[in-house]
């Protein structure tokens, strides 16, 4: 339960705030995702980064901007949001195309 | 792209019975196929997989099918447990890439 891990939990923002959500791996995983959780949507893949390179950008609007600074640790900035973005965002962790394991999500509320 | 389908999007079953959860998918060229567990407030936690060289696999209460002609695969519950209650995800990928396409997802209740 602790392989990953996502902070903060929860996050309430403006439209004109700018926030990050942080995520942390201690698997040893060399591949980091991050995936957008709406209510009754599919889970929806943003970006994926292979050895700390982005290597998908699945059309994700530009006011979510990620950073990989290295194989643990995954950061979503965020600004200039729009209530809609408002989800649970998920990152998940994996070795190459294996198994891919989540973090608990942060709880995202745009006002 | 991929796209996923699955079916029903709600499961509502009495506890001892089984429980089949269907997904189609578009991509000839997937060939894993993961299903993840969501219970209320948690994490997506992977409880099988399958690879596209093998057309079943089981894990005690839990199995999973594969038809790659018709581009099918369905997960099968038996002697349901109310701790089942949970929205079940399938999921379908190929070695291109990390990518998975997920379904939307079913809401089974198991009634004690």
């Known amino acids: 339960e602790t392989g990953v891990t996502q902070t903060p939990r929860h996050l309430v923002m403006g439209m004109t705030n700018k926030k990050s959500l942080k995520c942390e791996q201690h698997?040893?995983?060399?591949?980091m995702y991050w995936y957008k959780q709406s209510a009754k949507k599919p889970l929806e893949l943003m970006f994926v980064?292979?050895?700390?390179?982005?290597?998908e950008n699945n059309s994700v609007p530009s006011r979510f901007s990620p950073e990989c600074p290295n194989s643990s640790h995954l950061f979503l900035h965020l600004h200039t949001l729009q209530p809609e973005d408002s989800a649970l965002y998920l990152c998940?962790?994996?070795?190459?195309?294996?198994?891919?394991?989540f973090g608990p999500g942060t709880r995202l509320t745009v006002l | 792209g991929e796209n996923v389908e699955q079916h029903p999007s709600t499961l509502s079953v009495q506890e001892g019975d089984s429980a089949v959860i269907k997904c189609t998918y578009s991509?000839?060229?997937?060939?894993?196929f993961p299903w993840y567990k969501q219970e209320l407030g948690k994490r997506p936690q992977l409880i099988i997989d399958?690879?596209?060289?093998?057309g079943e696999k089981k894990d005690q209460r839990i199995a999973v099918t594969l038809n790659k002609t018709a581009k099918h695969f369905s997960l099968h519950i038996t002697e349901t447990q109310p701790e089942d209650s949970a929205v079940y995800f399938c999921?379908?990928?190929?070695?291109?890439?990390?990518?998975?396409?997920f379904g939307g997802g079913t809401r089974l209740m198991v009634k004690p």
């Open positions: 998940a962790s994996s070795h190459g195309t294996d198994t891919q394991y």
């Open positions: 698997l040893g995983h060399n591949a």
């Open positions: 980064y292979n050895f700390k390179e982005q290597t």
């Open positions: 991509d000839s060229a997937s060939n894993y």
């Open positions: 399958i690879r596209s060289n093998v």
């Open positions: 999921a379908a990928s190929n070695n291109a890439g990390n990518m998975l396409t």
